[in-house]
């Protein structure tokens, strides 16, 4: 699972709820980009990704062509999540248990949160206590807002309770903690209401380890827990509209997901495939050699010439590059770079790194940013390990092997229409 939820972070940037993808509406308004199937994906969907990904600080300040090129790449993930989307739906995903288990789950939690949001906001602060506050703050405002946010959280934990309390008996609740002892069944009803509900022992959903310690009053809480989320779930209100909006954005979360994981067990079925891949791709074992390192950078040749003749009698490498060095962070920590990986500098650097002994300080090298004179601390050879050290790399390494081709099959499968001017080539590159 933990190798999905990487992959689906990697696909999109972003969290999957804060789009609005496959919501069809009946007024003309909607900007649509590019249709998938019977989804429609709008110019705002690629803004609300836009601003929720990494770009978004830096996007104004890029050229035309960069911005085109991030665009046009968020495009393609979109398409991408819409046809695991509708594949899912296909191979009826949104039928299995496990799905409607989640889907319950969640749906419940939503109307709870919803419920309890609504408490929160019948909490006013009475206009007497506010000049109080007002007056014993004496112009502090920061003091002001704590105390205002104070007394409406200590409201609203009691209009919460009596809320519940009030649920509780509307329904007529009966709870039998008595029951609750080691070896309980799993169908023994700890709690009813005269309305039909019950909640079982197994509902509580304990692991093994918890009923072998069976710590009473830790279950008594997860027992209240449940009831109190199954409760308001019962009396709160909902709309048919309301109930499709939860569907549909649990379904844009959760069934590419599940999809991407019944994938995962047919690309990796066992250790042994996992190996064989591991054989037949041995990079993925290699860990990168390391190296602590310090330099000094200056303007000119003759420069770096002066600074190696000073080294060479005697005088300290960091105090050389701390007066010297025209790299300002470099210069700030007297030249020390810390540990890096190989392949991390520049081609020139890398080139002499390779045949530098420790405690050796390289001649000259020049490139683009100066002339350096680089030091050879310390060397962390390069490794090969083991496959139990790095199964999930190589599990992971798998799905990104598979997964663009099994992308391609599925924007081939399903029709994917380009509504807009927007260079289906360019998108797909």
């Not at 019977?38 to 705002?44: G, K, L, P, R, V």
């Not at 030249?335 to 390289?362: C, D, F, H, N």
Request: hydrophobic fraction near 40%; proline fraction near 2%; charged fraction near 30%.
């Amino acid at each position: 699972m933990k190798n999905i939820v990487l992959y689906l972070l990697c696909l999109l940037s972003i969290n999957v709820s804060q789009m609005v993808m496959a919501d069809k509406k009946a007024d003309n308004t909607r900007d649509v980009v590019v249709k998938v199937g019977d989804n429609e994906i709008t110019s705002d969907d690629v803004e609300r990704v836009l601003i929720s990904s990494p770009f978004a600080d830096n996007f104004a300040v890029m050229d035309e062509k960069a911005q085109a090129g991030i665009r046009g790449n968020i495009l393609l993930r979109l398409i991408n999540l819409n046809v695991l989307l509708l594949e899912a739906k296909a191979l009826k995903l949104d039928q299995q248990s496990e799905f409607l288990i989640d889907l319950n789950r969640h749906r419940q939690s939503i109307v709870y949160k919803q419920h309890m949001d609504e408490l929160r906001q019948r909490v006013e602060v009475p206009r007497a206590v506010v000049d109080d506050l007002v007056r014993r703050m004496q112009g502090n405002t920061e003091a002001l807002e704590a105390a205002i946010a104070q007394y409406k959280v200590k409201y609203y934990k009691q209009e919460k309770q009596n809320n519940l309390a009030a649920i509780k008996q509307q329904l007529g609740l009966e709870v039998f903690t008595d029951k609750l002892t080691k070896g309980i069944h799993e169908d023994e009803v700890l709690a009813k209401t005269h309305d039909g509900y019950t909640l079982k022992f197994q509902d509580l959903n304990l692991s093994n380890d918890d009923k072998e310690w069976f710590y009473k009053p830790d279950i008594i809480k997860r027992l209240f827990d449940h009831l109190e989320i199954d409760l308001i779930n019962r009396v709160a209100l909902q709309s048919e509209q309301q109930r499709l909006e939860i569907l549909r954005a649990f379904e844009r979360d959760r069934l590419p997901a599940l999809l991407l994981m019944m994938k995962e067990r047919e690309w990796v079925p066992d250790s042994a495939s996992a190996k064989q891949y591991l054989a037949e791709h041995p990079k993925i074992a290699y860990q990168l050699e390391q190296r602590l390192l310090a330099q000094i950078v200056v303007a000119s040749e003759g420069a770096a010439l002066q600074v190696l003749n000073r080294l060479n009698s005697g005088i300290s490498f960091f105090e050389l590059a701390r007066q010297f060095s025209i790299d300002r962070v470099g210069r700030k920590n007297a030249g020390q770079l810390g540990w890096l990986k190989e392949g991390t500098g520049m081609p020139e650097i890398e080139a002499v790194l390779k045949r530098l002994q420790i405690g050796q300080v390289s001649n000259i090298i020049k490139t683009d940013s100066g002339y350096h004179l680089v030091y050879l601390m310390d060397r962390k050879p390069g490794i090969y390990k083991r496959y139990e050290e790095i199964a999930d790399q190589v599990q992971q390494a798998i799905i990104q092997d598979k997964m663009p081709k099994y992308l391609s099959k599925l924007r081939k499968k399903y029709p994917i229409t380009f509504v807009q001017t927007v260079s289906e080539k360019k998108v797909y590159q």
